[in-house]
Every structure is written in C-alpha cells, then in structure tokens.
C-alpha cells in the first residue's frame, strides 16, 4: 500500500502545494485580493472535481483490468477517456468565464467580483491540459506505476511556484498582475504537466507493452457509457461535497473579506493534511481494484481496511498538531492581524473533523476500488446537503455565530459521512467475500 501509495501522497502534496503558495502569495498582496482568489478557488475546484470525478472510473477500471491480465483491453479505454477529458474541459473553461453574475447575484462584495472574475478567467485556458494530464495519470495509477505522477506533479509545482512569483508580484520585466497573475500562473503549469505527462508515458518503454499511443480511436459509446455509469456518481460525489465548502467560502464572502480570507487559510491547512490520506485512498483504490481484477475479495476488503486505517491514524496526529499550532500557523499565512485571529478560531475547529475527514475518504477509496460509487454518492448527499449545509447556514447566519457557524456545520457533516462509508463498506465486503470467498490463494 505504501509503495504505491507514496508517491501518490507525496503527487497530492505538491498538487496542494499550488493552492499553498497561492495563498501565501496572494496573502502579501492584500485581504481583498486573497478573498477573490479565495472565492474563485472554491469555485474552480468544484467544477474540477465534479470532472476529475467522471475521469477517476478510469482508475478502478484499469486496475480491474490489470488484475485479470487484460492489458490488451486498457489501452483502448484509456483513449476514450481522453476524449471524455476533451469534452469535460470545455464545459469547465466555459462555465469558468461566465461566473461573474453569480458572484453578483449571491451577493459576493463588489470589490471582489471584478477581481475574482480575472482570475477565473485567466485559469480556465489550463481546463483541457489538466484533464487530459489527469487521465494520463490516472491510467499510470491503476498498473501501479505512481512515480511517474509523482515527477510530474513536482514539475507542475516548480512551474507555478516561479509563474506566480514573476506575474502576482512583477518580476523581470513582467507587470504586476495580481489575482490576474495568480490565474494565469496556475493555468501555464497545467499545460506543462499534460506535455510532461504525455512525453514520459511516449518516451519510457515500461508503458510501451500497453501500445497507448499505437492507435487512433473515434469515441465508442458504449465505452464512454460504462465510464460515465461508473464515474458520474464519483464526479457528483466529488462535487456536491466540495459544493458545500465552496458554498461556505461564498456565504462568509458575505460576511466581508477578513471572514473570506480567514476561511480560505483554514481551508487551505485542512486541505494540506487532506492530501495524504487522499493519496492513500488512491492507492487503496488500485489495491482492492487488483484484487477484484483477479477474484479475491478477501485480498480486497483487507487492502481496503489497511487503507482506511493507515489515513485515519495519519489524521488523529495532524488534528493534535493543528489544535496545538493553531495561532503559529495563522500568522505564517498572512500578516492581517485581524484575518490571523479568525483563522487561529477556525483552525481549532478543524483540528476536529481531521480524523473523520481521513475515514471518510479511505472508505471511498475503497468503495471505488469496488466499483461501488452510487451507494456512496447518496451517502454524500445525505451528510453534506442535509446535514452539513443546514447546520451551518442556521449557525452562521440564522443565529449569527459568524465563521464558526459554518465549520460546526461542515465538522458534523464529515463525521457522518465517515460513519455511513465505513459502514458501507463493511457490509458490502463483506457480501462480495462470501459470494466468492477466496482465503489464503484457495477458492
């Protein structure tokens, strides 16, 4: 599990790493310009994990497929899902560049909008590298090989890292751009990925046995069909449960630019220790997917548990580390003084959903790994949209406790969401093992 998961967690990290530095960049700008990014962020992020969820079935199914040995059968999928990436990057660069309504309609503050729409705007020329990078990627992951993903992420990083220094900040010659500079930084480093990604899948012979580049196909529909019936409930899953966050981010937006920024730190710090159990779960994913591939359910719902496990014991330690650090993390975020005392509230809040947080996405891992994404996206809806959302619009706004309504709302939420998976995943384990139980390599 660690093997692969490794440098998945490690490709999470420096992902993250963009939104980061950012932050931190954007925080040396000024509160109002940290707020638009903040704001913009939360709503590219849910476009894109609704599309990055639809391209994830690729992951389980080539890992199903690589379990049985049908390595003849991968490559075709994996072209039609890079045609499936063609279509969802359009629909993401152009709902990106007709947000500004929206922001004006639910009542973002005026000197927001105008700068959270620039950077909105500059972003979404990245929509159709980074999904075609994403399937790449995800085809890497389910043979197993996630050093490649690694390598490339870093890349992606060291590319944004300088971008955003030289266009927010005006550096060698170029104009300081601000928001604008932040946008335009983000989408250059994700057409670097997708040219890295696709040289080193053409160029390593390791990849070659599966003749990804061998052929042209037109779209199949009855591939793109089983993509869709697997990977549209992971990709609304992914969005309804960003959606709340992102909702929270607009609703505190309402609350003026300190509340705004202080979210998106604390959002930012919980995201960052998100990634490594995010990374296990991916992992987990192509473990309990090999194990299907080859009929050994008992393989899987034990890879499954060690998955969970693993994310949720990493969690427990971050949420002690947090809720001691809280006030030390706040300032290294941002000189605001009144935006570093928000934040330092928060964040002792969100030392609290970590655990849950980290069981809540092995379990999903694990479920994808099943091919089980239906059951869960219900579940999702249930914790966030039923539970979570009124909570924290009755907390923040009904009863005026301010940003910390929100994040009570989205802590009980996640520990809901915890439970109900893992529950899940117990019980449908545990059917599949006794349907065909496979002990020790022995039907």
Not at 169 to 191: E, N, Q, V
Not at 323 to 350: M, P, S
Not at 374 to 396: C, D, E, T
Request: aromatic share 10%; with cysteine.
């Amino acid at each position: 599990m660690l093997r692969i998961g490794g440098p998945l967690m490690a490709a999470q990290l420096a992902q993250m790493g963009m939104g980061f530095f950012d932050t931190v960049m954007m925080g040396r700008v000024g509160p109002t310009e940290l707020a638009a990014v903040a704001i913009g962020t939360g709503l590219w992020h849910t476009l894109f994990l609704f599309a990055l969820g639809v391209l994830m079935a690729l992951s389980p199914s080539v890992a199903h497929l690589h379990g049985a040995g049908r390595l003849v059968e991968i490559a075709p999928l994996v072209r039609q899902a890079l045609w499936l990436s063609l279509a969802l990057g359009l629909v993401c660069f152009l709902s990106l560049r007709h947000l500004q309504g929206l922001l004006r309609v639910i009542g973002v503050e005026s000197a927001i909008v105008p700068i959270a729409d620039d950077y909105l705007r500059a972003l979404s020329w990245g929509m159709f590298p980074i999904f075609a990078c994403m399937t790449l990627r995800l085809f890497s992951e389910g043979i197993s090989r996630t050093r490649p993903v690694l390598l490339i992420s870093l890349l992606g990083l060291i590319v944004n890292i300088v971008a955003n220094y030289v266009l927010i900040f005006g550096r060698w010659g170029f104009p300081a751009l601000g928001a604008l500079g932040c946008g335009m930084a983000t989408a250059i480093s994700m057409w670097v990925m997708w040219v890295g990604m696709t040289i080193l899948l053409f160029l390593d012979r390791s990849y070659r046995v599966y003749g990804l580049f061998r052929y042209w196909d037109w779209p199949r529909w009855l591939m793109l069909r089983s993509l869709l019936a697997l990977g549209l409930p992971i990709g609304i899953g992914l969005f309804l449960e960003t959606a709340v966050f992102a909702t929270v981010a607009l609703l505190l937006g309402t609350l003026g630019a300190v509340a705004a920024a202080a979210h998106q730190v604390t959002l930012n710090v919980a995201a960052m220790t998100f990634m490594i159990p995010l990374g296990l779960s991916m992992a987990t994913t192509v473990r309990v997917g090999h194990a299907m591939g080859r009929g050994d359910p008992h393989a899987a719902r034990f890879s499954g548990w060690v998955g969970i496990g693993l994310g949720g014991l990493f969690m427990a330690v971050m949420a002690v580390l947090i809720f001691v650090n809280h006030q030390t993390i706040a300032r290294f975020y941002t000189d605001d003084l009144d935006v570093a005392a928000v934040a330092a509230g928060l964040l002792q809040l969100a030392a609290l959903f970590q655990i849950s947080d980290g069981l809540q996405v092995g379990a999903l891992g694990a479920l994808r790994g099943l091919k089980d994404t239906r059951m869960p996206m219900l579940i999702v809806v249930v914790a966030y949209w039923l539970i979570a959302f009124p909570l924290a619009w009755q907390l923040g706004i009904r009863q005026g406790m301010g940003p910390t309504g929100p994040w009570i709302g989205l802590i009980v939420g996640l520990t809901v969401a915890a439970v109900l998976l893992n529950a899940r995943f117990w019980r449908f384990s545990v059917r599949l093992e006794r349907l065909n139980p496979v002990r020790q390599g022995k039907v």
